[in-house]
Structures are given as C-alpha cells and as structure tokens.
C-alpha cells in the first residue's frame, strides 16, 4: 500500500518569513495530494491540493509543488501569520473511491 | 455546499458496550464514505471504504467484525464500535465523496471515550 511521509514534524517560523513542509510517497499510482491544516480537536480542513498533471499550484499565499518522477510534493506558505499556526497534513490517493493515506504531519508555529 | 455532520460529537461509554456513530452528507450524495480514526497528537489512519447499498472495505488490521459499517443510503454511513475497549478510545472522523470528485468533505469527528 502506499506510503507517506512528511518532513518536518515540527517547524517555527518567525512571523512575515515563509514555511516549506515536504512530503513524499511511494506509490507511482497515487495521483491526487491534498494538503490539509487541522487545529486542535476539529476536523481537517483542506487548504490546498494537486493532481498529478500539474507540477504546482498557487492559491493567494499557499502554493504546492509535485515532482512526481522523485514522488514528492511540498507546501509553501510565504508571509506567515500566527493564524497560520496548526497542524499540517498532506495525504496522497489514487482519487476517486481511494481513501487518503496521511503524512504524520507538521506542527508549524509562527513566533511573533 | 458539501457539508458534512457527525453524530455524536463526543460520546462516554463502559467497557463491552456498543457505540455507533453516524455520518451524514447533507446536501449532496456520497457514493462513497470513509471512516479515519486519529489517536491523540497521531496522524489520520483509514479504516474503511463504505460504498452505498454494498460492504465496506477494511484496511489491513481493522477488524471488520468488531467495526461495523453500514452505508444504507446515498447520504448516511454509521460506524459501530461493538465490544469497545478503553483502547478503542479515539477521535473518529467520516469523510464523504461526491460521485464526480476528488475532494474528501470531512465529518467534524466524534470523540469517544472508553471506561
């Protein structure tokens, strides 16, 4: 089955400056990497995602990068805010009916 | 749109009860649901595909008969915990899928604990 595995665990940051997590996975047929933020006791909340025909996307201050011949993907935030503090999550399936299998994520915190 | 209930959100029961846990899409149908389970300061782990009108798909370790999964409709999925033990204690979160995508709408987890 497929592996994931995110790099840092833990990541601070000084407030303004950008954030890089790193994830990679093992299964070539994994196709879709959705990236999700979850504060403490809710649900994840999905903040950005790729399919594997596009090598990056950008949404206001968050972007994702995919390499998918070295089967890594990567989340940036750029003009970090303490809002931005939480759990971070990427994940990768084959899409359609395939469950998500998670990276064991990454408590970013913003120092002010 | 695409929005997605849990009840309960947090649930106490004894050891050797059942507890069962429901999962409901409230304005579009899920063909297909999922069931994680996420211990404390863990990673999400799925448990189970639930397609409607079929048998779930456990993963590897996940003892179907011990969870039982039961996804009668296009916009309901429950999750039963029968027998549960205090290591059964955990935040379990439902995700459902709308029939032409890819994104996962999350439940907003029920936390159950076990005495």
């Known amino acids: 089955g497929e592996n994931v595995e995110q790099h840092p665990s833990t990541l601070s940051v000084q407030e303004g400056d950008s954030a890089v997590i790193k994830c990679t996975y093992s299964?070539?047929?994994?196709?879709?990497f959705p990236w999700y933020k979850q504060e403490l006791g809710k649900r994840p909340q999905l903040i950005i995602d790729?399919?594997?025909?596009?090598g990056e996307k950008k949404d206001q201050r968050i972007a994702v990068t995919l390499n998918k011949t070295a089967k890594h993907f990567s989340l940036h935030i750029t003009e970090t805010q303490p809002e931005d503090s939480a759990v971070y999550f990427c994940a990768a399936s084959m899409g359609g009916a395939d469950g998500l299998t998670f990276g064991k994520g990454t408590h970013l915190i913003i120092q002010p | 749109g695409a929005v997605v209930s849990q009840h309960p959100s947090w649930v106490i029961c004894k050891s050797g009860t059942s507890v069962k846990i429901e999962c409901r899409s409230l304005d579009f149908q899920a063909t297909t649901m999922f069931w994680y389970r996420q211990f404390p300061k863990q990673s999400l782990m799925l448990m189970a595909t639930s397609n409607e009108g079929s048998k779930a798909t456990y993963e590897q370790g996940v003892e179907k008969d011990k969870f039982l999964i039961n996804h009668a409709s296009l916009t309901l999925s429950t999750l039963t915990v029968t027998s549960a033990h205090p290591e059964d204690s955990s935040f379990y979160i439902c995700?459902?899928?709308?029939?032409?995508?890819?994104?996962?709408?999350f439940g907003p987890g029920t936390r159950l604990t076990v005495t």
């Open positions: 790729i399919r594997s025909n596009v």
């Open positions: 995700s459902a899928l709308r029939s032409s995508g890819y994104e996962q709408y």
């Open positions: 299964d070539s047929a994994s196709n879709y």
